[in-house]
């Protein structure tokens, strides 16, 4: 089995920052790419942010400039550092894996639980 835990959620004012956090467990032999997806309430989930394991980060037009994604290959870890934050970031933002569980095992998609993150004043 494998898991995402995502943590750093929550209520912040206009202008704010907040940073999450998705860690990985379980039988994981290589990670590829990492990224961000947020879903705002009736709207289709879109692309944040991706990292992979080699090659440049890809963010989607809305957040350049302001959100910063990181990996932390030894503790199987992606961060999002979100800056100036708006009231339109507010989503659930779901973090996302492509993995291989072995050696002999296809890539496969991995998504976390989902944060909530509400931008308001």
């Known amino acids: 089995q494998v898991q995402l835990v995502e943590s750093g959620g929550g209520l912040v004012q206009p202008g704010g920052s907040l940073r999450l956090s998705c860690t990985a467990s379980?039988?994981?032999?290589?990670?590829?790419?990492m990224g961000w997806y947020r879903q705002a309430p009736g709207k289709q989930r879109e692309l944040v942010a991706t990292?992979?394991?080699?090659?440049?980060?890809e963010y989607t037009d809305s957040v350049k400039g302001r959100f910063t994604v990181s990996r932390d290959n030894a503790k199987q870890m992606v961060s999002l550092q979100m800056n100036s934050l708006r009231p339109e970031d507010t989503a659930v933002y779901y973090c996302?894996?492509?993995?291989?569980?072995?050696?002999?095992?296809?890539?496969?998609?991995?998504w976390g639980q989902g944060t909530q993150v509400t931008v308001s004043s």
């Open positions: 996302t894996l492509s993995m291989r569980r072995s050696p002999w095992d296809p890539a496969d998609t991995y």
């Open positions: 379980g039988s994981i032999f290589v990670i590829n790419t």
């Open positions: 990292i992979p394991n080699r090659g440049n980060t």
